[in-house]
């Protein structure tokens, strides 16, 4: 007679993580995206679930599913179990010693704020591993934990570090800026436009008092160091964001042609969205980041 009864069997844990997902954003759909497999991926694992169980777990209906009874019962206990089984693994990979420090970061942010910098980050962290990832939204540390991230925030929590509100103005390379006398001049030239940030034209018009110029004409680029290789080849103006664009004003490579600048509302911050155990050098980056910017 065993001491100790065994534990009761369980469904394969794909089947779990699906169900999860599915009943947690309420669709199949949803929960393929976040997973990364297709929606019939996820309905079949479901119905696995459901055979191992014996009963239904969702109402298939003509416009979508909905949770059973039971399914709602069960879903917030295992959203939890599933969190707590992240969170450990997490505290798992940060026990290790020589372990990469983590960054998520808007690509932009990444690219023409953070890059520019590792080479003297990392000179002053001999030894130290960094990992970068390029993410369009802040982690929010439920399922992925990052020691820091760089995004722009409107209103930044009370835990995050600021590095200054951003300000918007044009920029060009030094080739165009002589045919700008004044702002009136821009009627003649090729907009170029980031393609989240493509109503920067029209604030910042409407900022400097200049009419007549259709803001939303030019070419627009999936991503801002795109639309900035284009400026720095000459190939229109651009809104500048100062925190991306300072060290091109520094050594020439681009121009301000007008002294109009406009505060964009955005704070660059740093946030902390891991839950488990952070990178045991983490404070001394975060202090090191914050001083150069």
Known sequence: MAVKPPRPPLPPLNALRAFEAAARLGSFSRAAEEIGVTQGAIAQQVRHL????????????????????????????????????ALTVQELKASHAGRALTIAALPCI???????????????????AISISAMEEPPTGRHDSFDLALFYLAQPPADAVTLGEDSLFPICAPSLAGTLRTRADLAGQTLLHDAVWRGDWARWLRH??????????????????????????GAGILIGRRSLVAPYLADGRLVAPFTEELTSGDWLTMLFPGAGRPHPRRAEVVAWLEASA
Not at 54 to 65: C, I, Y
Not at 112 to 121: D, E, K, M, N
């Open 110 to 128: 990444a690219q023409l704020w953070l890059s520019p910098r590792l080479p003297a980050l990392q000179q002053a962290f001999p030894g130290l």
């Open 50 to 85: 459901e055979a191992f169980l014996g009963l239904t777990l969702f109402r298939r209906l003509p416009q979508g599913v909905a949770l059973t009874e039971a399914a709602q019962e069960a879903r917030p206990r295992l959203s939890a179990a599933f969190d707590a089984l």
């Open 208 to 233: 400097a008092g200049t009419s007549g110029i259709d803001p939303g004409r030019g070419p627009s680029y999936s991503l801002y160091a795109l639309a900035l290789d284009a400026a720095l080849g």
